[in-house]
Structure formats: C-alpha cells, structure tokens
C-alpha cells in the first residue's frame, strides 16, 4: 500500500476533523479481544485512514455505504448521508464504532479524501471455510476454484458457492451492475467484500458471513458473452401449437429499445414494458434492473422511449403473450433512438406475427368507448377486419372525442389476451401517449386525378344482422376536390333504387347505405350495383361501379 504525507495544513485539517483524536490502525478500532463477534470499542469515537475498496453508490445510491482498508484490516464505512468516494480514494475517516447484524462499522461517519487513484490492497485468497469464520470480515478477499449452481445471478439474492472445503454464502446487491450475469457451470474466480449479516443476537456472534462481490469485472468466467443474443422475432417464432413461442420454458437473451414504457403497461408490483429489435417486440415481465457502475436509478429509463437493454429471463406465455420473464434488463445506451412503427397495410388484420410489436393503422371508428378493466376498447375497422384499440387508463389520453364514425391514426404496441387455447385471438393495439391518436376525419387529401371506390364494407351485408356492424354497408369513395359526384345503387336489370348522394363536391366520402330504397322500403336480397358518377370541372362525365350483395343471416 503506497504512504502518503500530509503537510503542515493537512495536519492542522486532520486535527480538525478528528478532533485531535489520534488516527489508529483498523485492525485496532474493530478489534475483538474476547472473540464474541462484538467489537471491543463498540460506541466509541475513532478515527482511521485507508484506501477505498468500494466506492459510494455500489452498495446503496442513497447512503454511504462503502469499505476502506489499510494495511491491517478492513472495514465498513456507514452514515446516512450520502458522502461520494471513488474507488482507490485514499481517505480519513472519523465516526463511531458501531455494530449491526454482525458486521462491525465505523458508523455515523464523516469522510475526508486524501488522494485518488491509489493503490488498491491485495485480495486476501480464503476458502469457504475461511470465509465462514470471524476473520478478515471488512476485507477484500477472493475465493479461487468456487463453484454456483445458479444460471442467472439476481440482485439482492444470496447464492451458494461452493469449493472442496464446503460451501459458503455470496450476496448480490441489486445497486451493483452484476444482475444479469449468466454463471459458467464450472469453477471460477471471483473477488469481493468479507461482509457478516446474521439474525443472532446473543454473543459469540459467529454466522452469517458472507461474499460480497462489487463489479461484474470481479468474476473471472460468466456465460454473458456464449449465451447467444437472438432477435426478437426469433423469440417470438412460434412452436408446434402455431402460437407458443418455441422457446417457451427457455433463458434467452435478447437486446432492444423501449417501444412501451414500464409507466405505461406496469399495472402492479412487477415492471412491465415492451422493447423492439429491428425485427420485432417482445414484452419484458417482471425484470430486475441492472445498468454499469456510476448509473444511479436505472429503472428511471425504463420509461424513456428508445433507451437500449440487454435482457435476460425465462420466456413464458401469459394470455397468448408472449414474455421475457422474471430476469434482468441491464442498461446499455441511456441516449434514445426514435423507433418507428410498422405501418399496417389497408384491408389488413392483426396477427400473431406482429405481437408486441409497435404499429400505425388509420381506419374508421365502428363502436362506441367500452370499458374493460384498467382501460377502455373501441374498434377501428381499416378496411374488413375490425382491430381492437385498447387505451389503458396509465396512458393518460383523453378519450372523450372518441365516437363512431371518425376516421383516426393510431399508433400502438401491438398485444393480446386471450386465455383459451389456441391462444390465436384477443389481439389489440394500445396506444401509449396523447400523440398516438389522431383524428383523421377531416384530413384525408382529395385523389388527385381518379376517380375511385376505395371500399364496401362488408359486402355482403345483412340489414337484419343482430351485430350493427354488419348490419349497414359503408362505401368510401374519392375524387378530385374539383368533381361533383354522385352516388346510386342499381338493381341488375338497370332500375335506379337509392341515390345516396347528389351534386357533392368532390374528395374522400364515407357513405353509408342501409339496404332500403329511396322509400326507405327493404329492398330483396340479390346483387346490386355501386354506381359512383363524377363530373369534371369541363363537365366530362366519368363513372366507377362495383357489386354490392344484400344477403340475409342464415
């Protein structure tokens, strides 16, 4: 450990912060002459100097909570006030010795740095029975040839490890950037902290120990780098049911940026968001957040659109859902990157294909607001199918412009639930912010130069049809802005039987015909014809005609 000299006004600090109480040896201030596990100065004022084997912000992002050693002993450093220290720091410490579940402190502690980049100390090699006794606790160890059966670490979890003397306990701290490392099965090195947290209260205070490692760097093996990276879509291929993920009941790891923000589709305890690849989107359940050391409060981009994870977890099924479940999210890049949705084709469903992922459709709202638990669900018809909007309440988007009949853009992650077998309906998009609705009515453009009938639907059609939907047929048509049309239903044999619309001026219309004639009497079931006239500016006559079926429901 290198030394280091204070001048005549470090001493005249140095006696200012000690109070003029002399700088003692670590070892000294924990000392433990009777071997009960208690220290002998317990409640007393010391004052010591070492270097910083962990830093602030590793063990706790709100306290200090770090470790300093000189060249006798180790010990933690404790106050409630959050003092910043990096590692290698060379320091003077002052405060109370203290003890808590075990672990002796310097507690209440007040910090003054020294120097930087020192000399870290040699970790101390101990075995599982060395570790599993009172000595070298507050010391920065390392345990050589240890084996875990754990695949996935997880933080603020205590795993076994295990060598040829025994086995001995290895805590992880969910403040630390380890979470989310995939243990080799096989031995390895790893490096950390001799702490002690044990419920005994009575003297000798012997049990508890524990490894705590501080840096993902203090391992010598992890899987994080074999286990492959797959795409999401990959994950998301469905197995011999047609709509199971094939690697249902697997760990996979899999990389994206936040499409669906945890704020929004978080609904209890347990974080829930969606992330998106390039080739798709997957929603994330339930994961630990884990980012690199330095990165205070991760889980705060979890609700940043376009921030970039790494995740590790088990995949399962919720609903038809599919899920990366109960893992780790480890941060890569907190700077975000504008995802852009799919836009779904016209006269195109919602399938399992485009689940978790984030989509654009524009269509015509056929149903009134309907509430369904933490939400309300209208649907949107983009042509013939009818797509499920879902608004889930955390989203915050006023609903109370929504009615049938308008024409509206959403954007949304693409989900589903649906809880019986073959999980292949209840699918829904859900908008996430004010911005991901948009009313269209009023903004389709005119054709610039044809005349067309965009679509019928549905065709055929049944007035007497229980559902509404079905029951009237919606014809939508454009032109040039400068036409005049015209729109009349025809039987087969050329007889006129419903003028819909006369002398319009021309551009996008949606038309509705309920399948009675001009006296509002039912017309018979047959084939009729969709007769669209428009009158150019040079008052050209032109004409588009389509079939339209008026069936009965069997």
């Known amino acids: 450990m290198k030394k280091y000299f204070l001048t005549i006004s470090g001493l005249l600090l140095l006696g200012f912060i000690t109070g003029y109480a002399q700088i003692i040896p670590i070892a000294d201030a924990i000392v433990d002459a009777d071997s009960n596990g208690i220290p002998d100065l317990r409640g007393m004022s010391v004052a010591i100097t070492g270097v910083v084997t962990v830093p602030t912000g590793v063990f706790s992002q709100t306290q200090t909570d770090i470790y300093v050693q000189d060249n006798t002993a180790g010990v933690n450093v404790f106050s409630f006030t959050y003092q910043p220290v990096a590692l290698g720091d060379s320091v003077i410490v002052t405060g109370t010795v203290y003890f808590y579940r075990g672990k002796t402190e310097i507690y209440n502690s007040y910090i003054v740095i020294v ?26 160890v390392t345990m050589r040839g240890v084996f875990t059966s754990a695949f996935l670490l997880t933080g603020n979890q205590n795993f076994i490890v295990i060598d040829s003397t025994g086995s001995c306990i290895m805590r992880i701290y969910l403040t630390t950037d380890i979470p989310g490392l995939v243990m080799a099965q096989d031995t390895f090195t790893v490096v950390g902290i001799k702490s002690q947290y044990t419920t005994d209260t009575f003297p000798p205070v012997h049990s508890g120990y524990q490894l705590l490692p501080r840096f993902r760097t203090d391992f010598s093996r992890t899987l994080n780098d074999q ?21 249902e009941g697997q760990y996979v790891k899999v990389e994206g940026r936040v ?31 884990s980012a690199p050391a330095g990165v205070t409060s991760p889980e705060r981009f979890l609700n940043i659109l376009g921030t970039e994870w790494e995740c590790i977890g088990r995949v399962t099924e919720y609903a038809g859902l599919t899920e990366v479940a109960n893992g780790v999210m480890y941060l890569l890049d907190s700077i ?36 369904a638990g933490a939400g309300q669900n209208f649907t949107l018809k983009n042509g013939t199918p009818g797509i499920t909007i879902r608004v889930v309440d955390a989203a915050g988007i006023p609903l109370n412009w929504i009615q049938k009949n308008l024409r509206v853009k959403v954007t949304g992650i693409v989900g589903q639930y649906d ?37 019928i639907y549905p065709n055929p059609f049944s007035p007497n049809d229980a559902d509404p939907l079905l029951s009237v047929a919606t014809i939508k048509v454009n032109s040039p802005a400068d036409y005049k049309i015209y729109i009349e239903i025809f039987d087969l044999q050329g007889r006129l039987v419903r003028r819909l619309l006369t ?9 509705y015909w309920d399948g009675k004639n001009d006296k509002l009497e039912p017309c018979p079931i047959g084939i009729y014809i969709v007769n669209l006239k428009g009158i150019t500016a040079q008052g050209k006559s032109v004409f588009v005609r389509k079939p339209i079926v008026l069936a009965t429901k069997l």
Request: hydrophobic share 35%; glycine share 8%.
């Open 115 to 140: 120097a930087n980049n020192c000399a870290l100390p040699e970790p101390i090699p101990l075995t599982c029975a060395m570790m599993n006794r009172e000595p070298y606790e507050g010391s920065l």
């Open 227 to 247: 286990l492959p990276l797959l795409t999401i879509n990959e994950v998301q291929r469905p197995g011999p049911d047609g709509y199971s993920s094939y690697y």
């Open 259 to 289: 499409s669906g923000p945890a704020n929004i589709f978080t609904s209890g305890s347990s974080y829930s968001l969606y992330i998106q690849d390039a080739t798709n989107g997957v929603n994330i359940y339930a994961p630990q957040i």
């Open 336 to 371: 975000p990157q504008d995802i852009v949705p799919r836009i779904l084709p016209y006269n195109t469903p919602v399938t399992e294909g485009m689940e978790s992922g984030l989509i654009q459709v524009t269509g015509v709202i056929t149903t009134n607001l309907a509430t």
């Open 419 to 455: 809880n019986s077998f073959p999980y292949n309906t209840g699918y829904q998009v859900m908008p996430r912010f004010v911005s991901d609705l948009v009313d269209m009515t009023d903004s389709i453009t005119a054709a610039d130069t044809i005349l067309t009938i965009d679509t």
């Open 503 to 511: 002398n319009h001026p021309g551009g996008f219309k949606e038309i």
